[in-house]
């Protein structure tokens, strides 16, 4: 049988539109970098969805684990003087 | 945690119609259903795109053509979608690969009967995709992120299909009679096997119980059923055609059509491998994958020899 391996997986990031951010649309798999690119473009921009894409080999995404959520996020909800809201403004203060 | 609190933590986010993520803990069966709902949903888009690839090339007009060759190219990119979807759960590609060629995976029986006329182009968009499109409405909800996404993409990719597939069958019912009869043959051939696609009756579906539970399906197969009746039957009154079933008729008092019993044997008989296509569906892939193995090998080398260079 002849080599037949299912190639690297890469992550792709499609902008939709200039001046907004890179978003996960799914994945691919590539051989290479352009054919990871090429792949990208004829699976997940058939109609417009993008003016730039990224692919990321997926072995490079370091992600948190699920279990360290209360430790990593947690903590926002008990600085509540990171809110705008926690702070009293005098009356009659206005456009602050 | 222990295993206990785990799963308790995971039955508080279903409860709470929050989506599990493919790094979340989840049961076995969660995933083990998971892996098989979304392979056999995209083996069938993979398998889905041969009745219609059959006809490019004799496509009555170039538009005609143009627009097939695209509707086939959403449907190989929608079985790419489902399969990253499935890898994220620990199934690999060669894996998934393996079971469709091997049997061990299934895909809808519908895909195993033939597309004999142009005007099966008509009745396989708008019935077979009018089918799908109720079922992956539903499945926007599903519990695991990763298929819901699939599908949210997957839906506004497919609505083109339908519609195409309704103007096909409009413009042959309003033809000559010639294409009138064939648009009306292949309603009668299609409608059956496409009320299939939903699935056993809830009675007799041993998954649904725990797949409704667990979020991954939002409604049952008879709900989704008799939703694509009620759509179908109006759209096949406004260009004229008949349903090929006597027992349909609307139903004041419940607010739905009811219609008559599917013939539950044929399916079965579909399901384990002897419709129409089933033989010729399986050995078309196969043969197609190992066409390319000489492509896929050339790709890799000269990936590795160009780390190689770079290294």
Redesign the interface.
């Known amino acids: 049988m002849s080599q037949d391996t299912q190639w690297p997986l890469w992550e792709v990031f499609i902008q939709a539109n200039p001046g907004i951010p890179h978003k996960h649309a799914g994945s691919v798999h590539a051989s290479d970098k352009e054919m990871a690119l090429t792949n990208a473009r004829d699976v997940y921009t058939r109609r417009k969805e993008g003016t730039s894409i990224w692919v990321v080999p997926s072995n490079y995404v370091v992600a948190s684990n699920p279990d360290d959520s209360d430790m990593l996020f947690d903590p926002a909800n008990d600085k509540i003087y990171r809110h705008p809201t926690f702070y009293i403004m005098p009356e009659g203060a206005e456009a602050i | 945690?222990d295993e206990q609190k785990y799963l308790e933590h995971f039955e508080t986010l279903i409860a709470a119609d929050k989506k599990i993520?493919p790094?979340?803990?989840m049961p076995e069966d969660y995933r083990k259903h998971l892996i098989r709902q979304i392979s056999q949903h995209g083996h069938s888009e993979i398998i889905g795109m041969q009745p219609e690839g059959n006809w490019i090339t004799r496509a009555p007009s170039l538009r005609a053509k143009l627009i097939l060759l695209?509707k086939v190219?959403?449907e190989g990119?929608h079985g790419?979608?489902l399969y990253?979807?499935a890898?994220t759960l620990g199934i690999?590609?060669?894996e998934l690969i393996d079971q469709l060629e091997t049997g061990k995976a299934k895909y809808s029986t519908i895909f195993n009967y033939p597309a004999i006329t142009w005007a099966d182009m008509g009745a396989i968009g708008w019935l077979v995709d009018g089918a799908a499109i109720v079922n992956q409405i539903s499945l926007q909800r599903t519990s695991y992120g990763p298929y819901s996404?699939?599908m949210i993409?997957i839906c506004k990719?497919e609505s083109f299909h339908q519609r195409q597939g309704y103007e096909i069958m409009t413009h042959m019912a309003r033809g000559t009679a010639e294409q009138r009869e064939m648009a009306q043959d292949a309603l009668n051939r299609w409608w059956w096997p496409s009320l299939m696609m939903f699935g056993p009756h809830d009675t007799n579906s041993p998954n649904t119980g725990k797949a409704i539970r667990w979020k991954i399906k939002r409604d049952s197969n008879d709900e989704l059923r008799q939703s694509f009746i009620d759509k179908t039957a109006k759209q096949a009154d406004v260009i004229g055609l008949t349903i090929p079933d006597p027992k349909l008729k609307w139903n004041e008092s419940r607010g739905h059509y009811d219609f008559g019993e599917i013939d539950w044997a044929e399916f079965d008989r579909v399901v384990k491998g002897d419709g129409p296509c089933n033989k010729q569906r399986i050995s078309h892939h196969v043969k197609a994958h190992k066409d390319g193995?000489?492509v896929?090998?050339a790709?890799?080398v000269?990936?590795a020899k160009?780390?190689k260079k770079a290294a």
Do not use: F, I, K
């Open positions: 945690m993520e790094r979340d803990w695209a190219q959403d990119g790419l979608y990253s979807a890898e690999s590609r060669e996404r699939a993409r990719e193995a000489w896929r090998e790709a890799s000269y990936a160009r780390a």
